[in-house]
């Protein structure tokens, strides 16, 4: 079984057993720019849904139920990501084969990052502004946004609802994959 199934199966098997209302649950997603009251997400999500994404299967599942999808991202912090990756001196480059100087490589490291701290404060303050008691959230983000937690209110409670053994084995596939 490949690692992206292994890991959904294990990540719905988890938010299954979970033994909350439902009702209650907020859906915070990294790249989410629309809430649940747009009409282009849900036909966006139900098309990736029928195309087997197991990301939108999911959150289908979770709003079948009841749970309330939150806009999370800002669109033009999300559009930014196009200045270094794909940015088209990169494409440029690739095509007319030359390498990727050091300091254009540290250049389009160091905007990379900023872009991720600035989306990662807008994560936590979608959170912090559309959290509160007595809703629950289920935030689904990718690896890369590692900041996030520290713009939290210090009155929000963070859990990773896979278990211990299956957390562990899938960071130490991507840390494996990195490699």
Same mark, same amino acid.
């Given at each position: 079984?490949?690692?992206?199934?292994?890991?959904?199966?294990?990540?719905?098997? *988890?938010?299954?057993?979970?033994?909350? /209302?439902?009702?209650?649950? %907020?859906?915070?997603?990294?790249?989410?720019?629309?809430?649940?009251?747009?009409?282009?997400?849900?036909?966006?999500?139900?098309?990736?849904?029928?195309?087997?994404?197991?990301?939108?299967?999911?959150?289908?599942?979770?709003?079948?139920?009841?749970?309330?999808?939150?806009?999370?991202?800002?669109?033009?912090?999300?559009?930014?990501?196009?200045?270094?990756?794909?940015? /088209?001196?990169?494409?440029?480059?690739?095509?007319?084969?030359?390498?990727? *100087? /050091?300091?254009?490589?540290?250049?389009?490291?160091?905007?990379?990052?900023?872009?991720?701290?600035?989306?990662?404060?807008?994560?936590?303050?979608?959170?912090?502004?559309?959290?509160?008691?007595?809703?629950?959230?289920?935030?689904?983000?990718?690896?890369?946004?590692?900041?996030?937690?520290?713009?939290? *209110?210090?009155? %929000?409670?963070?859990?990773?609802?896979?278990?211990?053994?299956?957390?562990?084995?899938?960071?130490?596939?991507?840390?494996?994959?990195? *490699?």
């Amino acid at each position: 079984m490949k690692f992206a199934e292994r890991f959904w199966d294990v990540l719905t098997e *988890s938010v299954e057993k979970l033994n909350i /209302p439902w009702h209650l649950a %907020i859906i915070y997603q990294d790249t989410q720019v629309f809430s649940a009251a747009d009409t282009v997400f849900a036909q966006e999500h139900r098309n990736l849904a029928r195309k087997g994404g197991r990301n939108s299967q999911l959150i289908l599942w979770l709003m079948d139920r009841g749970a309330w999808l939150e806009r999370t991202e800002h669109h033009k912090l999300l559009g930014m990501k196009e200045l270094y990756s794909p940015d /088209p001196t990169a494409i440029d480059i690739f095509l007319k084969k030359k390498p990727i *100087s /050091p300091d254009e490589r540290s250049r389009q490291g160091k905007l990379r990052d900023r872009i991720m701290l600035l989306r990662d404060r807008y994560i936590a303050h979608r959170i912090n502004c559309t959290l509160g008691e007595p809703k629950i959230g289920l935030l689904f983000l990718g690896s890369s946004h590692r900041t996030f937690l520290h713009y939290l *209110s210090p009155d %929000i409670e963070v859990r990773n609802i896979l278990a211990r053994e299956d957390y562990k084995r899938f960071l130490l596939f991507l840390h494996e994959r990195k *490699s």
